[in-house]
Nanobody, 117 residues
Framework: QVQLVESGGGLVQAGGSLRLSCAAS????????MVWYRQAPGKQREPVAT???????MYADSVKGRFTISRDNAKNTVVLQMSSLKPEDTAVYFC???????????WGQGTQVTVSS
């Protein structure tokens, strides 16, 4: 299996920036998909940003132009750079690793992001 540890969450004022990191360890193979999700209180977990092993990215409409997902393969780390943060970005952010060929779907424990108005 793959273990994921998120870091970088915190409290920030609206308009500010945060950088979330997700460190992966374990059975990591080159072909995988990394996804950042978030879950706000009382709401369903939703995908925010997706990065395939080929480098393709997808973003939720609500974060396009403000969030950027990237990876450092040498460090097995995926980063979510968040800027121009809004109060509605407040949520617990989770990192997800998928490897369908090996039936691996792992989640991190989540990191809290709070944006004050």
């Amino acid at each position: 299996q793959v273990q994921l540890v998120e870091s970088g969450g915190g409290l920030v004022q609206a308009g500010g920036s945060l950088r979330l990191s997700c460190a992966a360890s374990g059975r990591i193979f080159s072909i995988n998909t990394m996804v950042w999700y978030r879950q706000a209180p009382g709401k369903q977990r939703e995908p925010v940003a997706t990065l395939s092993s080929g480098g393709s990215t997808m973003y939720a409409d609500s974060v396009k132009g403000r969030f950027t997902i990237s990876r450092d393969n040498a460090k097995n780390t995926v980063v979510l750079q968040m800027s121009s943060l809004k109060p509605e970005d407040t949520a617990v952010y989770f990192c997800n690793y998928r490897d369908p060929l090996r039936n691996i779907n792992s989640w991190g424990q989540g990191t809290q992001v709070t944006v004050s108005s």
